[in-house]
T-cell receptor, first 118, second 109 residues
Framework: GAVVSQHPSWVICKSGTSVKIECRSL??????MFWYRQFPKQSLMLMAT?????????EQGVEKDKFLINHASLTLSTLTVTSAHPEDSSFYIC??????????????FGPGTRLTVT | GQNIDQPTEMTATEGAIVQINCTYQ??????LFWYQQHAGEAPTFLSY??LDGLEEKGRFSSFLSRSKGYSYLLLKELQMKDSASYLC??????????WGAGTKLIIKP
């Protein structure tokens, strides 16, 4: 149980375009979802935390108008990278936690989305 | 403040035992996680400790001392597939994860 999926697994886009990444909890209700970014050989960097039905809380230094997060249901959150630039190229990972899981405060990770902006 | 320290890289031999240490300073500490991350993949859950002591799960064990702000992950009978980064993460009073930079473990034959 506790499976999180992400789509797409990889995407290449042109500079200036927008990209949407979906994160779904498949067998549990995710009350909270997290979006991370990871550059090569670096640790995970939390970008934002979102609770279902409310606005996301962004970490310091993360532009909320550039990285739009929507958590409209208990099983789906989306991250939209608007007007992407090459420096936005990274590995984006979502995680989710929710009720009904054995480890209630454990975060379950999606497989990640590798974004390359050309 | 919030701080997590773990070694950047460790090397061990196939079949041996390795211990990866993690020290933390976390306000409102609510437990410590260990995750494994292979290159190019998302982290996968290994263990969660909230009480002092050792938790054993097959070849992997995790230890916690709350008074010392210290944890370790012990890997026995190392296999080549154990080559990965091991991430230590503490949780604060809001159960938010505070991540260490990860320890890259290299297994040699």
């Amino acid at each position: 149980g506790a499976v999180v999926s992400q789509h797409p697994s990889w995407v290449i886009c042109k500079s200036g375009t927008s990209v949407k990444i979906e994160c779904r909890s498949l067998d549990f209700q995710a009350t909270t979802m997290f979006w991370y970014r990871q550059f090569p050989k670096q640790s995970l960097m939390l970008m934002a935390t979102s609770n279902e039905g409310s606005k996301a809380t962004y970490e310091q230094g993360v532009e909320k108008d550039k990285f739009l997060i929507n958590h409209a249901s208990l099983t789906l959150s989306t991250l939209t990278v608007t007007s992407a630039h090459p420096e936005d190229s990274s590995f984006y990972i979502c995680s989710a936690r929710g009720e009904g899981l054995a480890g209630i405060y454990e975060q379950y990770f999606g497989p990640g989305t590798r974004l390359t902006v050309t | 403040g919030q701080n997590i320290d773990q070694p950047t890289e460790m090397t061990a031999t196939e079949g041996a035992i390795v211990q990866i240490n993690c020290t933390y300073q976390t306000s409102g500490f609510n437990g410590l996680f260990w995750y494994q991350q292979h290159a190019g993949e998302a982290p996968t859950f290994l263990s969660y400790n909230v009480l002092d002591g050792l938790e054993e799960k097959g070849r992997f064990s995790s230890f916690l001392s709350r008074s010392k702000g210290y944890s370790y992950l012990l890997l026995k009978e190392l296999q080549m597939k154990d080559s990965a980064s091991y991430l230590c993460a503490s949780t604060d009073s809001n159960y938010q994860l505070i991540w260490g930079a990860g320890t890259k473990l290299i297994i040699k034959p």
